[in-house]
């Protein structure tokens, strides 16, 4: 079941083959065939594999976990529902929407001020709550959708995500580390030339390269953690500089890393809140006013990155 998940969709299969052949080379051509002291063998392999087990756990619980959906109370009534389809003046659709939004805590507006309802999944978007064109689901606190991972990032696994992010550039350091030794002593004579040499050094440009790329994409990523923005407010330039739900970046990483020490660095959810509802920054304690600041960016499905 793991395997059908992970060879849905194409980049998600091309990632495995390429790590699968890294893995081999690491472990095989480097560890086993090349690294003569013993010690040396244990402490790399020990290493690799906790960093490795690390990434795969998390990987698998950000790719796993369902995105967390508006709660039942945020969908209108059978009969509102039904009022809502049958008449098409802009203004009765507001007036059934926002009588419906009336106790809930929804302060962010569409751009002309209304009530945002997402008539695919016949439900009021929570604050941070955006339709996914691809997983066709409203999504609570929308980051992005990933097409390596083959699911969206938001609430319920943004966590895991950075977890992901943070141990793959772990893993990705450490191995290219260790094979750029290796490649050295064999570009220098130090260590006789073998067939495993070819592929040492193919696993340090690879791991060079991966190495690159996440710590670019880690670093966005934790500076949206730290300001607590999203993928999706970071491209509204207004939501950017007024973002009402920055606590101050301690506060920021608690909401995502929650308040338990001991769950920070593994993939178990500890984030806080519930996806829906969301404190504001002190400088702001006006929600009405938070809600013109807080506009979401237009609908556009053009927020697929990693
Ligand atoms: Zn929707
Ligand atoms: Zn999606």
Redesign the pocket.
């Known amino acids: 079941m793991i395997m059908t998940f992970l060879m849905r969709g194409k980049p998600a299969r091309s990632c495995f083959w390429l790590l699968a052949t890294c893995y081999y080379i690491f472990v095989v051509e480097l560890c086993i065939f090349t690294v003569q002291l013993l010690e040396a063998k244990v402490t790399f392999l020990v290493i690799f594999h906790l960093l490795f087990l690390l990434c795969v756990w998390c990987y698998l619980r950000t790719v796993m976990t369902p995105p967390a959906v508006p709660p039942e109370k945020f969908r209108p009534s059978e009969s509102d529902k039904q009022l809502y389809l049958s008449d098409e003046r802009p203004q009765v659709l507001q007036e059934i929407l926002i009588r419906t939004a009336k106790d809930l805590p929804i302060y962010t507006k569409d751009p002309k001020g209304d009530v945002r309802y997402?008539a695919?999944?016949q439900?009021l978007?929570p604050d941070r709550c955006h339709?996914c064109p691809v997983c066709?689901?409203?999504i609570l606190k929308l980051d992005h959708h990933c097409v390596f991972l083959n699911n969206c990032v938001g609430f319920s696994n943004y966590k895991f995500f950075l977890l992901c992010l943070t141990y793959a550039m772990l893993l990705c350091i450490f191995t290219s580390a260790v094979s750029l030794h290796f490649s050295i002593l064999f570009w220098t004579h130090q260590l006789p030339n073998s067939p495993s040499k070819v592929p040492i050094i193919v696993l340090f440009c690879l791991t060079t390269i991966f190495s690159i790329i996440l710590f670019l994409f880690s670093l966005g990523h934790f500076e949206l953690a730290l300001t607590n923005g999203t993928s999706r407010e970071d491209n509204d330039e207004t939501a950017e500089e007024n973002n009402p739900y920055n606590l101050g970046f301690r506060k920021n990483l608690r909401e995502v890393f929650g308040n338990e020490k001991k769950y920070w660095f593994l993939p178990i959810f500890s984030s806080l809140g519930d996806g829906f509802s969301f404190p504001m920054g002190e400088a702001t304690e006006d929600k009405e006013k938070n809600a013109a600041i807080a506009k979401p960016p237009s609908e556009s499905p053009s927020q697929f990155k990693l």
Do not use: A
């Open positions: 997402c695919t999944c439900v978007k339709h066709n689901v409203c």
